[in-house]
């Protein structure tokens, strides 16, 4: 699903350099990245994404040389094979749940919206336990809804690859394995893959694999 | 288009306060200078409209604004009062048809104008239901009092007292609308004419009593001789003139020594109006004659003056609202940074960003547009009012 070969990248600011000789992640796999703070775990995912273009190296994300994507080319990638999970959730609060599930479709032309995906919001919504919540906005539900949300809006797309950023940092026990149970699921009904970086050592066991990011570090 | 346009909206009806500020701003900057375009439009239009058909005005030496506005816009401010003479003088020197005015009483906020049948043919006035004034005591009613009193030919109304400290003054006098003019559009839509000898009814010059020389209570005589009978202030004076009492009702004195506010001067000819002028141009001369669109021009040079320096004060307070809007726009884009950062990341173009934030700008400006539209819509149906209210009244 993702192969990584020879990856170099560094920021120009902060003297930051990562260097990744081979990584690779198979389809379905459910993989956590873990590592200190500053180790470069979000600046991984967003090279994944096409956020940003490595200096050197190839990254193939189902097939797909990212780094050769123009960059309309990896919006319309991004928007369409991967779907994020932030730590903040990143729900916009003047939109309803089912508005801000809907967001993706409403911000780019490669996706498109209709009845269909009205309905199929609906559904996962429901499967997700926040079926009575699609009038609310953001505020107005708990911390565990509203990551629930989230994934709602990253599966809605039906992505190849979920990239969840500490998914589960603002959660407390009970939400953070719900959290977990809900992406794990996912990963087995939609067929997709998962990388995540949490700092949660606990959850770590769950996980099919667990890469430890100081390795790739320069 | 339409998802920016809905999210532009989403945003914007849930951040409330902000977009209220913004639209109250925008469109206030808006309707300030078009409002006031409108309102002198209007005021030049009804202004001129009526100077411009009215060719002399005679009056009292003094302001020859005052006397034109009462004259013509039967304005509040009442003018050095003149003499039926000023009237009897144009007539004799056979240059031009006068037409005497007496425009100083009010009833029930609308100005009673006293002058004579001449004035209706002069300004092109119909009756549109009734009659005439034929009768003392009848009065011909504008429009618009018609509409606004709900009057018609056969209800009465009553004139006002001068103020309304004016206890021991004359008592008002209930007249009976004879008819009810056509709309013309004008000031005269606003107006209760009255013959001006029932101006001098109101103002107590002329009234009806009962017959002292047939009275038979002692209390109601002061004097008596065998030519003359002075009669006690305990004497009924008639408040409404009837077919009973009108014979009763007389004017003491001279009637060329009667007040009235001005005379409307209408030259038979150019050369009558010049020669007319030149009449009254003597230094020992107590009337004035005027040219109403030289005056009302020079009302409109000075209306003009200003609205230059309140567009130059607009100017500037838009200038300074644009800038205050322009930082609204500004903070609130560095403060939905993170929000921009993350649907960027989702998969959102920069154009489609730009999009959005032009979508909320759009609908702002949109929102302000339909609000000052609507006020203009209001100002607009109340230019008439407004104008009057702000230069006559």
Same mark, same amino acid.
């Given at each position: 699903?993702?192969?990584?070969?020879?990856?170099?990248?560094?920021?120009?600011?902060?003297?930051?350099?990562?260097?990744?000789?081979?990584?690779?992640?198979?389809?379905?796999?459910?993989?956590?990245?873990?590592?200190?703070?500053?180790?470069?775990?979000?600046?991984?995912?967003?090279?994944?994404?096409?956020?940003?273009?490595?200096?050197?190296?190839?990254?193939?994300?189902?097939?797909?040389?990212?780094?050769?994507?123009?960059?309309?080319?990896?919006?319309?990638?991004?928007?369409?094979?991967?779907?994020?999970?932030?730590?903040?959730?990143?729900?916009?609060?003047?939109?309803?749940?089912?508005?801000?599930?809907?967001?993706?479709?409403?911000?780019?032309?490669?996706?498109?919206?209709? !009845?269909?995906?009205?309905?199929?919001?609906?559904?996962?919504?429901?499967?997700?336990?926040?079926?009575?919540?699609?009038?609310?906005?953001?505020?107005?539900?708990?911390?565990?809804?509203?990551?629930?949300?989230?994934?709602?809006?990253?599966?809605?797309?039906?992505?190849?690859?979920?990239?969840?950023?500490?998914?589960?940092?603002?959660?407390?026990?009970?939400? !953070?394995?719900?959290?977990?149970?809900?992406?794990?699921?996912?990963?087995?009904?939609?067929?997709?893959?998962?990388?995540?970086?949490?700092?949660?050592?606990?959850?770590?066991?769950?996980?099919?694999?667990?890469?430890?990011? !100081?390795?790739?570090?320069? | 288009?339409?998802?920016?346009?809905?999210?532009?909206? %989403?945003?914007?009806?849930?951040?409330?306060?902000?977009?209220?500020?913004?639209?109250?701003?925008?469109?206030?900057?808006?309707?300030?200078?078009?409002?006031?375009?409108?309102?002198?439009?209007?005021?030049?239009?009804?202004?001129?409209?009526?100077?411009?058909?009215? *060719?002399?005005?005679?009056?009292?030496?003094?302001?020859?604004?005052?006397?034109?506005?009462?004259?013509?816009?039967?304005?509040?401010? $009442? *003018?050095?009062?003149?003499?039926?003479?000023?009237?009897?003088?144009?007539?004799?020197?056979?240059?031009?048809?006068?037409?005497?005015?007496?425009?100083?009483?009010?009833?029930?906020?609308? *100005?009673?104008?006293?002058?004579? *049948?001449?004035?209706?043919?002069?300004?092109?006035?119909?009756?549109?239901?009734?009659?005439?004034?034929?009768?003392?005591?009848?009065?011909?009613?504008?429009?618009?009092?018609?509409?606004?009193?709900?009057?018609?030919?056969?209800?009465?109304?009553?004139?006002?007292?001068?103020?309304?400290?004016?206890?021991?003054?004359?008592?008002?006098?209930?007249?009976?609308?004879?008819?009810?003019?056509?709309?013309?559009?004008?000031?005269?839509?606003?107006?209760?004419?009255?013959?001006?000898?029932?101006?001098?009814? &109101?103002?107590?010059?002329?009234?009806?009593?009962?017959?002292?020389?047939?009275?038979?209570?002692?209390?109601?005589?002061?004097?008596?001789?065998?030519?003359? $009978?002075?009669?006690?202030?305990?004497?009924?004076?008639?408040?409404?003139?009837?077919?009973?009492? &009108?014979?009763?009702?007389?004017?003491?004195?001279?009637?060329?020594?009667?007040?009235?506010?001005?005379?409307?001067?209408?030259?038979?000819?150019? %050369?009558?109006?010049?020669?007319?002028?030149?009449?009254?141009?003597?230094?020992?001369?107590?009337?004035?004659?005027?040219?109403?669109?030289?005056?009302?021009?020079?009302?409109?040079?000075?209306?003009?003056?200003?609205?230059?320096?309140?567009?130059? +004060?607009?100017?500037? +307070?838009?200038?300074?609202?644009?800038?205050?809007? &322009?930082?609204?726009?500004?903070?609130?884009?560095?403060?939905?940074?993170?929000?921009?950062?993350?649907?960027?990341?989702?998969?959102?173009?920069?154009?489609?960003?730009?999009?959005?934030?032009?979508?909320?700008?759009?609908?702002? $400006?949109?929102?302000?547009?339909?609000?000052?539209?609507?006020?203009?819509?209001?100002?607009?149906?109340?230019?008439?009012?407004?104008?009057?209210?702000?230069?006559?009244?």
């Amino acid at each position: 699903m993702i192969n990584i070969r020879q990856l170099e990248f560094h920021y120009q600011i902060g003297g930051f350099r990562l260097s990744i000789p081979e990584f690779s992640v198979e389809r379905g796999e459910r993989l956590a990245v873990i590592g200190p703070s500053g180790s470069g775990k979000t600046t991984l995912l967003n090279l994944i994404a096409g956020i940003i273009i490595p200096e050197r190296g190839t990254i193939g994300v189902n097939n797909v040389k990212v780094g050769e994507l123009n960059d309309a080319g990896r919006r319309d990638f991004r928007i369409t094979h991967i779907g994020f999970v932030f730590q903040d959730f990143e729900l916009l609060d003047y939109l309803s749940i089912l508005d801000n599930i809907l967001h993706p479709y409403r911000i780019s032309g490669a996706l498109t919206l209709n !009845k269909k995906v009205h309905a199929h919001a609906a559904a996962l919504a429901q499967e997700m336990g926040i079926g009575d919540k699609l009038t609310r906005r953001p505020n107005d539900l708990s911390q565990g809804e509203k990551q629930r949300a989230a994934i709602c809006r990253a599966l809605l797309p039906q992505p190849k690859l979920i990239l969840a950023d500490e998914a589960t940092g603002n959660l407390d026990p009970d939400n !953070k394995t719900l959290i977990l149970d809900l992406l794990f699921r996912a990963v087995e009904d939609y067929n997709t893959t998962l990388l995540t970086v949490t700092h949660d050592h606990e959850l770590l066991k769950r996980f099919d694999r667990v890469v430890d990011f !100081k390795d790739f570090r320069l | 288009m339409l998802d920016s346009l809905y999210i532009a909206w %989403k945003y914007i009806s849930f951040n409330k306060l902000k977009t209220t500020t913004l639209v109250a701003c925008i469109a206030l900057i808006s309707f300030l200078p078009m409002a006031l375009q409108l309102l002198l439009d209007e005021s030049e239009r009804q202004l001129m409209s009526r100077a411009a058909v009215t *060719p002399l005005v005679i009056g009292a030496k003094g302001s020859s604004l005052d006397l034109v506005m009462n004259t013509l816009y039967f304005g509040d401010e $009442v *003018p050095e009062l003149i003499s039926m003479a000023s009237v009897e003088r144009v007539e004799n020197m056979d240059l031009a048809m006068p037409i005497p005015l007496y425009v100083r009483f009010g009833t029930r906020g609308n *100005p009673i104008v006293g002058t004579t *049948p001449d004035y209706f043919e002069f300004r092109g006035l119909i009756v549109a239901a009734g009659r005439q004034m034929a009768l003392l005591g009848d009065c011909v009613l504008g429009a618009k009092v018609a509409e606004i009193l709900d009057l018609k030919p056969g209800d009465s109304l009553v004139s006002s007292p001068e103020n309304l400290f004016d206890l021991a003054g004359i008592y008002p006098l209930k007249m009976k609308v004879a008819g009810v003019l056509a709309k013309s559009h004008t000031t005269d839509d606003l107006a209760v004419f009255v013959d001006i000898k029932t101006a001098w009814v &109101i103002q107590g010059l002329g009234h009806g009593h009962q017959d002292v020389t047939r009275l038979k209570d002692p209390t109601l005589i002061y004097k008596s001789s065998e030519s003359n $009978v002075a009669a006690t202030a305990k004497l009924y004076h008639y408040t409404e003139i009837t077919k009973d009492n &009108i014979d009763t009702f007389h004017f003491h004195g001279n009637l060329g020594q009667y007040p009235i506010t001005a005379v409307i001067a209408v030259p038979y000819d150019e %050369k009558s109006g010049t020669i007319l002028r030149g009449r009254y141009l003597s230094k020992q001369e107590t009337r004035q004659i005027v040219k109403p669109r030289e005056v009302i021009d020079g009302l409109l040079q000075d209306i003009f003056r200003i609205k230059n320096v309140l567009d130059a +004060v607009i100017s500037v +307070v838009a200038l300074a609202t644009a800038l205050a809007i &322009i930082l609204v726009f500004a903070l609130s884009l560095r403060l939905r940074q993170r929000e921009i950062q993350t649907i960027f990341k989702l998969g959102c173009s920069r154009l489609t960003i730009v999009r959005l934030l032009l979508s909320e700008i759009f609908i702002t $400006v949109l929102i302000s547009g339909v609000f000052c539209g609507a006020m203009i819509f209001t100002v607009n149906q109340y230019a008439n009012e407004i104008v009057r209210m702000l230069f006559i009244r």
